[in-house]
T-cell receptor, first 113, second 113 residues
Framework: KAGVTQTPRYLIKTRGQQVTLSCSPI?????VSWYQQTPGQGLQFLFEYFSETQRNKGNFPGRFSGRQFSNSRSEMNVSTLELGDSALYLC????????????FGPGTRLTVL | SQQGEEDPQALSIQEGENATMNCSYK?????LQWYRQNSGRGLVHLIL?????REKHSGRLRVTLDTSKKSSSLLITASRAADTASYFCATPIIKAAGNKLTFGGGTRVLVKP
């Protein structure tokens, strides 16, 4: 089976712009989660989608949003970018529940100038 | 705040030696997962240990779990230069309906040839 894929791999934006990141989960996986990784804050949970519904949400401002499509692919959007949004954004997929292993994609490196 | 805390934060060993790192967590769990990350790339799942298991092996990896002490350890035996990476423990939030992993700060391991 193909692994989790994320596009684009690298992105450079300027403050105030918005960005959309995409994640394709492993075939058959219905849960998709997003994480932000920065040197200062480490790995932080953004949100999780399951069957096109947001099932969990982390402590991020409303500028961060996401959605999931019927084929389980997911997108996350960050509006009005700030310098502090520069990070590695990781997507993970799993079969369904927290009892299942989460498999991560290679990440999207976002740089905000 | 992070659920897990790894110890040590960094570890430098010679090839062939064993590497041990520890993870402590705060709340009840139903499983604990270990991941490896090479230099800013995605996370690779190493092993999942359930709360009713005390020890688990996978190749050169040995994981222990002590739920009474809320701690886990990861042992890499006969280390290789390719084991150079950051290692993270992660636990699902048991009260969350779905998937929401919280990560420790990681242990950076350097294996010198």
């Amino acid at each position: 089976k193909a692994g989790v894929t994320q596009t684009p791999r690298y992105l450079i934006k300027t403050r105030g712009q918005q960005v959309t990141l995409s994640c394709s989960p492993i075939s058959g996986h219905r849960s998709v989660s997003w994480y932000q990784q920065t040197p200062g804050q480490g790995l932080q949970f953004l949100f999780e989608y399951f069957s096109e519904t947001q099932r969990n949400k982390g402590n991020f401002p409303g500028r961060f949003s996401g959605r999931q499509f019927s084929n389980s692919r997911s997108e996350m959007n960050v509006s009005t970018l700030e310098l502090g949004d520069s990070a590695l954004y990781l997507c993970a997929s799993s079969l369904a529940s927290q009892k299942d292993t989460q498999y991560f994609g290679p990440g999207t490196r976002l740089t905000v100038l | 705040s992070q659920q897990g805390e790894e110890d040590p934060q960094a570890l430098s060993i010679q090839e062939g030696e064993n590497a041990t790192m520890n993870c402590s967590y705060k709340t009840s769990i139903n499983n604990l997962q270990w991941y490896r990350q090479n230099s800013g790339r995605g996370l690779v799942h190493l092993i999942l240990i359930r709360s009713n298991e005390r020890e688990k092996h996978s190749g050169r990896l040995r994981v222990t779990l002590d739920t009474s002490k809320k701690s886990s350890s990861l042992l890499i035996t006969a280390s290789r230069a390719a084991d150079t990476a950051s290692y993270f423990c992660a636990t699902p939030i048991i009260k969350a309906a779905g998937n929401k992993l919280t990560f420790g700060g990681g242990t950076r391991v350097l294996v010198k040839p």
